[in-house]
């Protein structure tokens, strides 16, 4: 089955403790984003990556960290999460065409509690 | 940056239309749709590029105004399963995409 898979699917943590959520897709997508999640904010992009050796930063990359080693994992690591990066996070994979990409497919979401 | 959504929230019967706008102040590489049911990941709609192209959902259409910068996604004959909050995608730089705040889309037999 064509997917998008995260985990974990739910994380509780603390401040200051290194954290890695995982992405990763089936479909041979070159385009790999991840967004957060808040309510009355709607999505915000943290980092994307056109391909294996394209990666930008997104509206928010305060705080993250991404490593796209090879086509179908897309890690988002938190060196040192805060508050204020308790939310919902979504992965998300798109076939692209050139320096077009297309319908973007999101993972389950991650929702990050930190305390 | 964040393109402006309007209406935020709209309530509508079965089979009634809807439009939903979006505008942004950036000069646009695409606009790209997509619809979220509460306690679900986004799923796509529409994309629409410079110069016309569209790919998308069999029974919703868009518009993108390139000179505006400005997108409409039309809902017509609205059912059941239409209900979900609307985002629409900015695409400012290649493959960087800004999200609106959504509209909330409710339908009611």
């Known amino acids: 089955e064509a997917q998008v898979t995260q985990n974990p699917r739910y994380l509780i943590t603390v401040t200051g403790k290194k954290l890695t959520v995982t992405c990763s897709q089936n479909m041979n997508h070159e385009y790999m984003s991840w967004y957060r999640q808040d309510p009355g904010l709607g999505l915000r992009q943290i980092y994307y990556s056109m391909n294996v050796e394209v990666t930008d930063k997104g509206d928010v990359p305060e705080g993250y960290k991404v490593s796209r080693k090879e086509k179908r994992n897309f890690p988002l690591i938190l060196e040192s999460p805060s508050p204020n990066q308790t939310s919902l996070y979504f992965c998300?994979?798109?076939?692209?065409?050139?320096?077009?990409?297309?319908?973007?497919?999101f993972g389950p979401g991650t929702r990050l509690t930190v305390t | 940056q964040q393109p402006v959504q309007s209406p935020q929230a709209v309530i509508l019967r079965e089979g009634e239309d809807a439009v939903i706008n979006c505008s942004s102040s950036k000069a646009l590489y695409s606009v790209h749709w997509y619809r979220q049911k509460h306690g679900e990941a986004p799923v796509f709609l529409m994309i629409?590029?410079?110069?016309?192209e569209q790919k998308g959902h069999e029974k919703i259409s868009a518009s993108f105004n390139e000179k505006k910068q400005q997108s409409s996604l039309y809902l017509t004959a609205s059912q059941l399963s239409y209900s979900g909050t609307y985002f629409c995608g900015t695409e400012i730089l290649w493959g960087k995409l800004i999200f609106g705040q959504g509209t909330e889309l409710s339908v009611k037999p």
């Open positions: 629409l590029l410079k110069g016309g």
């Open positions: 998300a994979s798109s076939p692209s065409r050139g320096a077009m990409f297309y319908e973007q497919y």
